[in-house]
């Protein structure tokens, strides 16, 4: 009964429009100063301002309003010479005043792009997805239902309020409506996103980690008939976790509105909350009737107006842009596009140009990183971050693999070593009395005894079966404890047989 | 000792003729014997009150440098934050809230010293004309028990005239300071909008409110003025500049070449005769001291009031949205299976007064969408040409003038089923918070048919505040000299000391 995505691509043209609200890193909150950190007790990053107690009142984050302004920059807007916050009006228990301070018709950010470049049929393709505005606002606290099946409120015995979250400074970052974007709406949502993530990261203005929340993407879609000029009616799609789930919930709504439209039904314009189990959306709260916010200028709050000059030094101040970063550094590193997007996808690009610029050889340090220590941060279920090895380490082994006083097989010693906690490469190296045996006399004496107790493969060896070598250059490897050079092995073991030239 | 003026007080306290603790005390005992019938109280701190005061008479013992207002008492308007001291805004909805934090006008007193006897009654979150609307009583006007002491903070005014407290902190939105003073024969200033934090306030409207200090004598004004203003980085609003300086203004009492600007439309039809006749004598006495009168016209002031109660009600309904029973204050209806929607409709059905819900309504209305341009978005049009009209006034005139309200106090009950006469009231008090200059009210002395109080009012540019105090001390010394004695001694004399 399900449409297939080619059946919906045949007949409707998908419009998409993203809303991406980022957490921002700031120490302390929008308007107060109680602290970020995520993670804390409930209720225990709270004070007087962001629990709204009679008489509080808020104050800007300085920080918060040039984190926004440089995430403008960065995105191509213009920055306005003056914005306001206003009130958006609602009633709900987490959020403590009863209404959000945001920006409503004079937002700080206006009118600028993203390119994203995604694979098509043709080859790669370059989208611009136009950006309307960037403005500033407040979390809200967090409703935790308690009782019910379902964890919602519907049905629950009771909730628990936790307002460490309120007034954590959020930016919510608007695109104009994307058209033009074909089959690729999914892909081209998808890579908005990870760019947006990528240049928000470069930006150092906020942790990006969709899985915590403090990136979330609200989907919007809708489907017209191809040729068709008027916009087909749109469902917003929330709880948006994750780059693949950006994709899955475009193209599963690009199906559901598909399958309704050619049922004759119509679209509800509501707003629709994502499930990552099913990749299926369940309708939430409906937007026919437009709530009314009672939007007016926030008046404990005076205007925005960032000096020209300060713009300007911020704008100095930015990152290359990840998309052409990446371009130049696999050029510069020589990196197939596969393994490019391997370091891409596990997130170590940062990392493996670190360790290149501390002089380490590229294709080393992206193996070690990609490689070993992905595997042992894998094991252990932390990100490579998180792990006590650095770039230097890195860059250290390289070089003393490079030097010959480490074996391939010592160096992955080292590294569990350094990331055991045990100390610098060198100490590591010191305290395991780790080092290549490149004594010819006591590699010499581990033959004899090898080619001894083995003495039937050594015949056969000197009778000139070659592969029987093997067998016993690990043993001699193994009498040695690994820290021999096997071709220095293989070499005078063969000379011992009768074997070398 | 307690009819002295606070700098008289903080004189004889210097001197050692007293303690701090003695002078609370008395004032503590004042209270008991009077406020029984004046009702100005809805809550005394008699320990912390002592407790402070017993502080400062140890520090002067220790020869300490101290402020000085230093050990001199003061009431507090309930709308202020104290911390541990419960503050209900006259409010039912804030029964029992005790804040955790003080409000920087509170914490600005505390480091000067100045003895906090208690939180005075006003009108329920500042809204009204004569404390009327507080959810526990009335106020009574020292002058008649029978009649309104002005609001929203009559309570703060009225301790003033009853001799319960020398200082009084009084916040004004539209002429909640100012017309209260007016009609219980004392002083009271509404600071430079900016010039005292917000921080602490529970808001009413926050683009109009502002605290300032209340007292019997404008001296004793720009003492409380000097010790609680200040920028505050905690209120964005908080002008970051020195504070006027208001003291040395009201020491001088100089009008000697000021031009002095009466405002054509704030004269004249709906002032009451006897209003109208104090407004012209203390005239010819500022021309008499050397200022010059001049006729000034604000031909937008006519829309003040419209404007007024469009920008106050739609704030104020943004405003009080916290107040629901979540976290703090009152909360009905918490039973087994209510929702928290069904809550907070229950305890803001209940907990808030009628004139309350009026302009939460009002407000409501007016900022939602399809009718915010034609009432917000034009009243604040409005105020902007407000703002105009004082600055065109300010070119001419130094300071302007007017009788602080139409009419002298009312009957308690009188208007209380009309509140477009209640808010006629606050004609002449309102452009002030509209462009936020600030303004004065002093006596000027009794009015003829009726034998009560009649304020004058003295507007300033903003962040000039001294010059209105060195009209008001010309004017108070001119008015002493004619009198013989303060206005208030001709006040009835209340309870305990009959």
């Known amino acids: 009964m399900t449409l297939s995505y080619d059946d919906v691509i045949a007949k409707y043209e998908p419009v998409l429009g993203l809303e991406v609200h980022v957490e921002l890193n700031t120490n302390s909150k929008m308007f107060c100063g109680c602290s970020t950190v995520f993670g804390a007790e409930p209720n225990t990053q709270t004070c007087p301002v962001c629990l709204a107690l009679p008489g509080a009142l808020p104050v800007v984050n300085e920080k918060a309003i040039e984190s926004t302004i440089k995430i403008g920059l960065a995105l191509n807007c213009s920055i306005a010479p003056f914005s306001r916050f206003a009130r958006k009006n609602y ?18 950010c206006v009118d600028g792009y993203v390119d994203v470049e995604i694979e098509t049929d043709e080859g790669p393709k370059t989208f611009r997805v136009e950006v309307e505005r960037v403005h500033m606002e407040e979390d809200t ?73 403090s990136l979330r993407c609200d989907a919007n879609v809708s489907l017209r008939l191809i040729g068709a000029e008027k916009l087909g009616t749109r469902s917003e799609t929330k709880n948006v976790n994750s780059l693949r789930s950006v994709e899955r919930a475009v193209r599963g709504e690009m199906i559901r509105h598909a ?83 391997a370091m891409i996808n596990a997130d170590v690009l940062d990392i493996v140009e670190a360790t290149v610029l501390l002089g380490s050889d590229p294709s080393k340090a992206r193996s070690w990183w990609l490689g070993e220590i992905s595997r042992i941060a894998n094991d252990k279920d932390v990100a490579i971050a998180d792990l006590t090895i650095t770039p230097q380490d890195v860059a250290e082994i390289v070089a003393l693999v490079n030097a010959g006083e480490l074996t391939d097989k010592l160096a992955r010693q080292v590294v569990e070593g350094v990331i055991a906690g045990e100390g610098k490469p060198s100490e590591v ?7 290549v045996v490149n004594d010819d006399g006591a590699l010499m004496a581990a033959i004899e005894k090898v080619c001894a107790e083995q003495a039937e493969t050594a015949e056969k060896v000197r009778n000139g079966h070659l592969p029987a070598a093997g067998a016993l250059i690990g043993a001699v490897m193994k009498e040695t404890k690994g820290q021999a050079d096997a071709a220095r092995v293989r070499e005078l073991l063969l000379g011992h047989l009768g074997q070398g030239n | 000792m307690i009819r002295n003026s606070a700098s008289e007080m903080a004189a004889k306290l210097a001197a050692g003729e007293t303690t701090s603790v003695a002078l609370t005390q008395a004032h503590l005992d004042r209270i008991t014997a009077v406020d029984a019938d004046v009702h100005a109280f809805l809550y005394v701190d ?44 006259g409010s039912k909805i804030l029964e029992g809230w005790r804040p955790p934090y003080d409000s920087t006008v509170v914490a600005n007193l505390k480091k000067n010293d100045v003895v906090i006897l208690g939180k005075t009654n006003m009108d329920e979150f500042a809204m009204g004309s004569s404390t009327e609307n507080s959810a526990y009583g009335p106020t009574h006007n020292p002058w008649d028990l029978t009649r309104i002491p002005g609001g929203s903070g009559g ?54 409110d502002q605290a300032g200090p209340c007292a019997r004598t404008v001296l004793d004004t720009a003492l409380l003025h000097e010790a609680i203003a200040g920028h505050d980085p905690k209120d964005a609003t908080s002008i970051n500049a020195p504070v006027p300086q208001v003291v040395a203004a009201a020491k001088s009492g100089d009008v000697k070449g000021m031009k002095i600007g009466v405002v054509k439309e704030l004269n004249g039809d709906g002032y009451q005769p006897g209003v109208r006749a104090r407004f012209e004598e203390s005239l010819e006495l500022l021309a008499k001291a050397g200022a010059e009168i001049v006729e000034v016209s604000a031909p937008n002031f006519e829309y003040a009031l419209a404007a007024y109660y469009l920008i106050a009600p739609s704030e104020c309904s943004s405003n009080l949205a916290r107040f629901d029973a979540m976290r703090y204050g009152l909360r009905v209806g918490d039973v087994d299976g209510a929702s928290a929607e069904s809550v907070m409709n229950l305890t803001r059905e209940v907990g808030f007064g009628k004139e309350v819900k009026r302009r939460i309504i009002l407000g409501t209305y007016a900022l939602s969408s399809g009718y915010y341009d034609a009432y917000y978005g034009s009243a604040q049009k409005v ?46 008090t309102i452009p002030v918070n509209m462009a936020g200059i600030g303004g004065m009210s002093l006596p000027s002395g009794l009015a003829d048919e009726d034998g009560l109080p009649v304020g004058f009012q003295i507007m300033s540019p903003v962040m000039k505040d001294e010059r209105m105090y060195s009209v008001g001390a010309a004017l108070e010394a001119a008015l002493l000299s004619k009198w013989g004695a303060p206005l208030l001694d001709k006040a009835p004399v209340l309870g305990g000391a009959r």
């Open chain 2, 155 to 208: 309570g703060s005014s009225a301790a003033l005239a009853a001799f319960e407290a020398p200082l009084a902190i009084g916040t004004d939105t539209g002429g909640s300071i100012r017309q209260p003073a007016a009609v219980t024969g004392t002083v009271g200033v509404k600071p430079t909008y900016g010039g005292v934090s917000r921080f602490g306030l529970v808001a009413f409207s926050s683009s109009l």
């Open chain 2, 383 to 428: 105020r902007t040409l407000i703002t105009q009209d004082f600055t065109k006034a300010f070119e001419k005139a130094d300071v302007l003038v007017s009788p602080t309200c139409p009419t002298t106090a009312f009957k308690i009950g009188e208007k209380a089923n009309d509140p477009l006469a209640m808010y006629l009231n606050d004609i002449a």
């Open chain 1, 141 to 213: 606290g967090k409703s935790l239902h308690v009782g019910g099946a379902t964890g919602r409120i519907h049905g629950a015995e009771y909730s628990l309020l936790d307002y460490n979250r309120a007034g954590i400074p959020l930016v919510e970052i608007v695109t104009k409506i994307v058209p033009g974007t074909g089959k690729y709406a999914p892909e081209v949502a998808k890579a908005y996103v990870a760019e947006l993530r990528d240049i928000l990261r470069a930006l150092g203005v906020s942790d990006v980690k969709m899985e915590q929340g």
């Open chain 2, 46 to 89: 008699t320990e912390g009150a002592l407790a402070q005061a017993a502080a400062v008479d140890a520090k002067r013992a220790k020869g300490e440098k101290l402020s000085p207002l230093a050990g001199v008492p003061l009431a507090l308007k309930d709308v202020m934050a104290q911390k541990g001291v419960p503050t209900t805004c």
């Open chain 1, 259 to 341: 399958e309704l439209l050619n049922a004759g039904g119509r679209v509800v314009q509501e707003t629709r909350h994502f499930q990552e189990d099913t990749g299926l959306t369940r309708s939430g709260r409906s937007k026919e009737q437009a709530e009314d916010y009672r939007y007016f200028p926030e008046p404990d709050l005076v205007p925005v107006a960032p000096d020209a000059a300060w713009i300007e030094e911020l704008r100095a101040t930015l990152p290359e842009r990840p998309s052409i970063r990446r371009k130049r550094l696999q050029e510069a590193w020589a990196v197939p596009d596969k393994e490019m997007s």
């Open chain 1, 429 to 435: 190296v010191a305290k395991r009395g780790i080092k």
């Open chain 1, 91 to 108: 009633f709900y228990p987490d959020m403590p005043k009863n209404f959000q301070i945001s920006q409503y018709d004079e937002p700080i």
